[in-house]
């Protein structure tokens, strides 16, 4: 991943929501918009569009979640450009409507299905989670989605199914990003089995009660909360079970440096950075950095999926 030093994220506060947007970014966005003869989205599209959500017991509780602001504009997504504040800027070009999430491979019931559908195959939950950038930053996002493992449920796995590959959108013309970046697209993103079949993994569809900003993953992405956010893989639009250990982007692109599996785990280093620490985006001055946890705190859940594995060589 290209690392680039800490440029200047201010301290903030939780942002109300009539700023969610920021409006300075939204006009530029809307000015790019008529010259590139697309409508940007109206900031009235994003009100009153709250999602209803039950609480869960997945969620933390006495935890600050980080400010919208910098969830909404301190983003990875290659496809909208390789600097932390493109995809805030370029993202209103996806075109989240319609959209068809297609299930394939060794399944019994493979499907392409609707958005929509999808997102009311489970009543959504409000989780709030850790998140650990392998660039050793970390946020806490307030997620709203359903158990990944309620769609393998309905989709029934076969036998022969021991991995799930994640496939995001490569749209040239939706996605700036796409036409300069050495990666070779579409982002493709794996779990194993179980690890997919694991509770606290998230279909994610929302943050902050809303639909995901586009930037964040619109519309349906994935998340892992105990592993390093590039297998979190965004605007999926095919999902895969498969035989065999799916080839994933940051590891084609790294192998030493990203492996398949992606714990979160301070005791191994990154070839060119440690991971011992994180830096907390929107954190007071005081508190920028705290000690990186194994499996991201959430070692308790997911510990036993491991046992037995070297991690240091299954990195
Ligand atoms: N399709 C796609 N998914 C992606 C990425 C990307 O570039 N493209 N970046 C990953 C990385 S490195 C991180 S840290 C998270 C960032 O998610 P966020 O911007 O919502 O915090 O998305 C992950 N998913
Ligand atoms: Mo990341």
């Not at 390789?82 to 800027?89: E, I, V, Y």
């Not at 279909?203 to 930037?215: S, W």
């Not at 030493?256 to 440690?274: C, M, T």
């Amino acid at each position: 991943m290209l690392k680039r030093k800490s440029s200047g994220v201010q301290p903030t506060e939780i942002t109300p929501r009539s700023v969610y947007l920021n409006r300075r970014a939204f006009m530029t966005g809307a000015a790019a918009a008529a010259i590139a003869g697309v409508l940007a989205p109206s900031e009235e599209a994003y009100a009153d569009n709250r999602l209803t959500t039950v609480k869960s017991p997945l969620s933390l509780t006495g935890v600050q979640p980080t400010s919208l602001q910098d969830i909404t504009h301190y983003n990875n997504f290659y496809e909208f450009g390789t600097n932390k504040d493109d995809p805030a800027r370029e993202a209103y070009r996806l075109k989240t409507r319609p959209w068809t999430v297609s299930i394939e491979g060794k399944v019994q019931k493979p499907q392409k299905i609707d958005i929509d559908s999808l997102m009311k195959l489970r009543p959504l939950e409000e989780r709030i989670y850790r998140f650990r950038c392998v660039e050793a930053w970390s946020m806490v996002i307030p997620w709203v989605g359903y158990s990944f493992s309620e769609l393998i449920k309905e989709v029934q796995p076969l036998p022969e199914a021991k991995f799930v590959q994640f496939i995001s959108l490569d749209d040239p013309n939706q996605m700036p990003g796409l036409r300069f970046s050495p990666i070779s697209w579409p982002y493709s993103e794996g779990l194993r089995m179980d690890e997919a079949m694991h509770p606290l993994t998230l279909l994610t569809f929302g943050l902050y009660g809303e639909p995901l900003p586009n930037q964040d993953g619109a519309p349906v992405r994935i998340v892992v909360p105990w592993k390093y956010g590039f297998k979190s893989a965004k605007s999926i639009v095919k999902i895969k079970f498969v035989e065999k250990q799916p080839h994933t982007t940051w590891n084609d692109q790294g192998p030493n440096e990203y492996g398949f599996y992606s714990n979160v785990n301070p005791n191994k280093d990154h070839p060119r950075w440690s991971q011992k620490t994180e830096r907390v985006i929107g954190a007071s001055i005081f508190k920028q950095r705290q000690p990186t946890l194994m499996f991201n705190g959430y070692e308790d859940q997911v510990a036993n999926l491991y046992t037995g594995m070297d991690l240091k060589k299954y990195y």
